[in-house]
């Protein structure tokens, strides 16, 4: 199971809107499915990806697409912390 974060939802509805002004409403739409999939990838297998230490926990970053999908692991849920660009200093906005 998964669960996210407000920051995160506001995060999710950046990546659509500007994918739809940059790239059109099918593109967009079809990103934010493969976001949303990889979710569920993580629920099923939240240890997918690496560690990183955080300023105060430590959190897993899963590349996808452009971006990064920052979360952690609680009880072996999966909590989606901020969906972030690839260029964005994961650190410094968690």
């Given at each position: 199971?998964?669960?996210?974060?407000?920051?995160?939802?506001?995060?999710?509805?950046h990546?659509?809107?500007?994918?739809?002004?940059?790239?059109?409403?099918?593109?967009?739409?079809?990103y934010?499915?493969?976001l949303?999939d990889?979710?569920?990838?993580?629920?099923?297998m939240?240890?997918?990806?690496q560690?990183?230490?955080?300023?105060?926990?430590?959190?897993?970053?899963?590349p996808?697409?452009?971006?990064?999908?920052?979360?952690?692991?609680?009880?072996e849920?999966?909590?989606?912390?901020?969906?972030?660009?690839g260029l964005?200093?994961?650190?410094?906005?968690l």
């Open positions: 199971m998964w669960r996210i974060a407000e920051i995160a939802i506001v995060d999710m509805q990546i659509a809107e500007n994918g739809m002004i940059d790239f059109g409403e099918h593109h967009a739409r079809k934010t499915a493969r949303l990889m979710f569920d990838t993580l629920a099923e939240p240890y997918l990806a560690e990183r230490q955080a300023s105060f926990h430590v959190v897993r970053i899963m996808c697409g452009a971006h990064n999908i920052v979360y952690m692991v609680d009880d849920d999966v909590v989606i912390l901020r969906v972030l660009h964005q200093n994961w650190f410094e906005l």
